[in-house]
């Protein structure tokens, strides 16, 4: 079955500098790739999206990387603020497999002023 | 506001009690997911529904019965639950169960089973 590690549990930086967050899986590699944001108590809010065809994908402060060789996507937050902290989840897109999205543990991470 | 709302919010439910999770979506979606999340786990998939038809029961307790009248509205009934069911319940919805877009997902039932 597919499985997914997010390296680490909590990852604590200080305010302006880059957080990065990795994702690595077994297995199937999906057409597609999320990347989501969840905040305490509430459901999980969509960041990013990339597909197995493109490398590099930015959204403002925000840059995903996706390798299928390595089976692996980064997740940057360059300029980091503490309103970025909360905990990041990664999702394979498994759709075309039949299934659904299927998401990893998540990073919390931690921006402190 | 993400357009999924699930109610309830909280919930506290006895082993030999029933109840349900209700979940409704403003967005026009066609697909929709129950999803678990327990502390320290990751979100599990429970159910999928794709043009109100279930496409996906993965491996869930009979114990949990979902029931989707039509695309915009997704129940989880409940009955005789375990304290290890406690956890946070998140229905999602997205356009269709192809591959390519976003989820939305609801704020989630906090469910405590005693």
């Known amino acids: 079955s597919q499985k997914i590690e997010q390296n680490s549990e909590a990852l604590n930086i200080q305010e302006g500098k880059t957080a990065t967050l990795t994702c690595n899986y077994t297995n199937y590699s999906p057409a597609y790739l999320q990347w989501y944001r969840q905040d305490p108590g509430r459901g999980p809010v969509f960041l990013l999206l990339i597909r197995e065809n493109e490398k590099e994908k930015r959204k403002e402060r925000l840059k995903v990387t996706f390798d299928t060789t390595l089976k692996q996507s980064l997740f940057h937050i360059t300029a980091s603020q503490p309103a970025d902290s909360a905990t990041y989840l990664c999702a394979l897109d498994m759709r075309q497999a039949g299934t659904a999205l299927i998401f990893g543990k998540g990073t919390t991470l931690s921006v402190s002023s | 506001e993400t357009g999924v709302t699930q109610t309830p919010r909280h919930l506290v439910m006895g082993m030999t009690n029933k109840k349900s999770l209700k979940c409704e979506q403003h967005l026009g979606h066609n697909a929709m997911y129950w999803y678990k999340q327990s502390a320290k786990k990751p979100l599990e998939l429970m159910f999928v529904y794709n043009f109100k038809e279930q496409t996906e029961n993965n491996s869930v307790p009979s114990r949990f019965s979902p029931e989707c009248p039509n695309s915009s509205h997704l129940f989880l009934h409940l009955h005789t639950l375990q304290p290890e069911d406690s956890a946070l319940y998140l229905c999602?919805?997205?356009?269709?169960?192809?591959?390519?877009?976003?989820?939305?997902f609801g704020q989630g039932t906090r469910l405590t089973v005693v």
């Open positions: 999602a919805s997205s356009q269709d169960s192809v591959s390519g877009d976003e989820a939305f």
